[in-house]
Each structure stands twice: as structure tokens, then as C-alpha cells.
């Protein structure tokens, strides 16, 4: 590994987010790599003491109430600066602490912190050297495995013969929460397309972010999030190509 990947790889087995396959292969290159190793417990170390000696900071009750003051509307409402609405929210996100509180403020920032953490599930399948959990072009094996983990498993499209085969699944985790990802390639790209249930609205749109394309739609109360490094137009064509063919009910796409 290069010392980028051993870094990234690093952090990646500390907060746990490596699967089985990954995690050994990770100890693997421990046991061969005594500097690495070292490293690694070191940081281990660090990261236990950290959570042992140090306390989240509370806002006192005098600084709630007077922020409640302050974003509440008076009674003759009138255009307020801007720079007075950013404090307030800076305030509020930064005094009260709460990740919720936060969330429903900004939930532009709650999206882009989303598509973070769906491109490093998505480098970290890469780099690993096998992207899937289970690896299969066959839906009906990859669908069984996700339903028996799933109260609602993911809709599976076979679209290999347009071009986008299926490769198998695995299960990324989001703020805490299991998701299940649905892995497709084409020619010498992987595609990573995670299932999530949707909240409130969902904008269907496409975007770049860090070289990698990114789709994302919604069907019914599941939104779809598609990764990867292909062309934007490819992408979009894959999107096209499964949504189609999850609205006609047919998951054997061609």
C-alpha cells in the first residue's frame, strides 16, 4: 500500500468501517509492517483515551434561552441582515451541540456530508480490492441476500445487456445505520448505488464532487444515491436505464 492508502486504510479500521474482508487483509499488512503497526496502536490508544477523559461541552441554560430570544420572529417582522441570520444558526449549531438541531437547520450541509461519506464507502469498496459483500451477477442471489438482512431489501436490476452489469452487494453504513449498496460495473468502472429511505423531499439531480459523478433520484420513499469515477453522461444513462425499469416493475431489465 501506498502511505496515502495505509493512512486512509488506518482510519478507516479505527471507526470500524471495514468489512470482514477488508479488516484482514488490513491485518495482514499490520503483521507485515512493524512502523504501521505501531501507528495503528498508537492512534488506538489515543482515540480510547480521548473518549474516556474528554466531555462534550453543554451550552448553560442562560445561553439557550438567550439564543431562543434570538431566533425567535418579533412581533413586526422586518428584513433582517444576513450576516445576523448566519450568526444565529452558527450559534445554535455551535452552543446547543445537537446533531439534530443541526440537521434541520442546514439540510444542504446534512447532504453534502452524505455524499462524503457515500464516495469514501465507495473508495474504501475500491481499495479494498473487492467492492462487494457478496459477489454475484445473478439478482437472485444478490436480492435473498440483502432481504434476509433488510426488513425492505433494494430493488435488484439485471442491466447487463445494456451494458451495466450487476457485480453483487454490500452493506455501508450511514450515520450509524446499516444501507444496503447494490454494485454494478461498467467496462473498467465500478458503480456503487446505496438505497435509502427518504425523509421529507428528495431533488433529483447530477453532479460532480472530487472526480466522481454522482446520480441521485427517488422512487417512491426510497432515494437512490449512485457513485462513481465513469463519465457523468454514462451515469446518467445507468440512472435512466434502472429507474425505467423499477417503475415498469421489471427487474430483469433487456
Known amino acids: 500500500m501506498s502511505t496515502g492508502n495505509e493512512t486512509l486504510l488506518t482510519h478507516a479500521a479505527l471507526d470500524g468501517e471495514l468489512d470482514a474482508a477488508g479488516m484482514l ?24 483515551v480521548m473518549q474516556r477523559e474528554l466531555v462534550k461541552p453543554v451550552a448553560p441554560p442562560a445561553l439557550r434561552e438567550r439564543v431562543a430570544r434570538m431566533a425567535a420572529p ?36 446534512e447532504d453534502t456530508n452524505l455524499v462524503g461519506t457515500l464516495i469514501a464507502d465507495h473508495k474504501r469498496g475500491l481499495l479494498s480490492g473487492q467492492p462487494t459483500d457478496v459477489a454475484s451477477s ?40 446499516p444501507a ?35 446520480e441521485v433520484w427517488r422512487d417512491g420513499a426510497t432515494g437512490y444515491w449512485a457513485i462513481s469515477d465513469v463519465d457523468p453522461g454514462e451515469l446518467t444513462k445507468f440512472r435512466q436505464l434502472f429507474d425505467a425499469a423499477a417503475k415498469t416493475g421489471s427487474e430483469k431489465s433487456g
Open 25 to 48: 487483509d488490513f491485518e495482514n499488512h499490520l503483521a507485515a509492517n512493524a512502523s504501521l503497526a505501531a501507528e495503528y496502536s498508537r492512534l488506538k490508544a489515543l482515540r480510547e
Open 180 to 214: 444496503p449498496a447494490l454494485i454494478y460495473r461498467h467496462n473498467e468502472h465500478v458503480i456503487s448505488l446505496t438505497a435509502l429511505p427518504v425523509q421529507g423531499s428528495l431533488t433529483p439531480r447530477a453532479f460532480v464532487i472530487d472526480g466522481y459523478s454522482v
Open 74 to 109: 418579533s412581533i413586526a417582522p422586518r428584513a433582517a441582515p444576513a450576516w445576523r441570520a448566519i450568526a444565529a444558526t452558527a450559534v445554535l449549531a455551535a452552543g446547543l451541540g445537537s446533531a439534530s438541531t443541526w440537521l434541520a437547520l442546514r439540510p444542504a450541509i
Open 138 to 177: 445473478d439478482r437472485h442471489t444478490v436480492k435473498p441476500w440483502f432481504a434476509s438482512r433488510f426488513a425492505l431489501a433494494p430493488k435488484v436490476i439485471d442491466l447487463g445487456p445494456q451494458g451495466f452489469p450487476l457485480a453483487g452487494g454490500r452493506i455501508d453504513v450511514i450515520a450509524g445505520a
